[in-house]
């Protein structure tokens, strides 16, 4: 299906089935992920797949009591650095020098602002919100590409997330947990909204149209007017 016809057919989906999806649909979905858009391409954040039942029974046991996590086929976990400094900096340069055959002088000014923006932010957790925002655009693409898979994802905070990455050992990878997405496919006979007509804000709301001054170069300063323009 084209991509609209696969938009309007995802829903968050509550109840899942448990069958399993193809590795390869899941391997497609989170390179989706690996390819999103990041501040600077930096991308302070990883991907996590749950695979096995029992660990996503003891996670619904504790951390993340919703059925989705021992109903879905693979629980992916997006997770932020926890330190985002000037080595996780200097190592992405030099990725980025390998990739590209540069040097590492080639990119010294793109070191220097990266730099410069991360140690702008007043406070560890306005840097770590930051890292956060980062993994939802990745969490967007990898929702998008499992509806073109014609996979059921439900994208899900409400869990314990200190709880998660003890669980998981994520702390010890230098990784803290801020979003689940769970792929598996829909158990229309349990999920009550399985059938259920998408709710959305019409356009006339979504899109507001913005008013354009009837005379524009009332709203251009004269030191913004190109050489030459008569005022």
């Known amino acids: 299906m084209n991509y609209m016809d696969a938009f309007n057919w995802r829903y968050a989906t ?35 797949t749950v695979r096995d039942a029992q660990q996503k029974l003891r996670l619904f046991e504790g951390p993340a009591p919703q059925p989705q996590v021992t109903e879905c086929s693979h629980l992916l976990v997006l997770a932020t650095r926890i330190t ?5 900096v200097d190592d ?51 929702l998008a590409a499992a509806a073109l898979e014609a996979v059921d994802a439900t994208p ?6 200190d709880a998660l990455d003890e669980m998981l050992g994520l702390k010890e990878q230098g990784l803290h947990s801020v979003a689940l997405v769970a792929l598996g496919y829909r158990d229309e006979a349990r999920d009550h909204v399985a059938r259920a007509a998408k709710v959305r804000w019409p356009k006339s709301v979504f899109m507001p149209e913005i008013a354009v001054p009837a005379d524009v170069s009332k709203t251009v300063r004269p030191c913004e007017r190109s050489k030459g323009e008569k005022p």
């Not at 899900?156 to 997330?161: C, I, K, Q, R, V």
């Open 14 to 48: 509550k109840r899942m089935s448990g069958s399993a999806v193809p590795e390869d649909k899941v391997r497609r979905v989170c390179e989706a992920g690996r390819l999103a858009p990041s501040s600077f391409g930096l991308q302070p954040y990883a991907l996590v």
């Open 92 to 142: 992405f340069i030099q990725l980025t020098a390998n990739v590209r055959g540069l040097s590492m002088g080639d990119l010294h000014g793109y070191s220097r602002a990266i730099k410069g923006t991360l140690d702008g932010f007043e406070s560890v957790a306005a840097k770590r919100e930051w890292a956060r925002s980062q993994a939802y655009i990745a969490m967007g693409f990898i």
């Open 156 to 161: 899900m905070e409400g869990f314990d997330p």
């Open 84 to 88: 985002i400094d000037d080595q996780l």
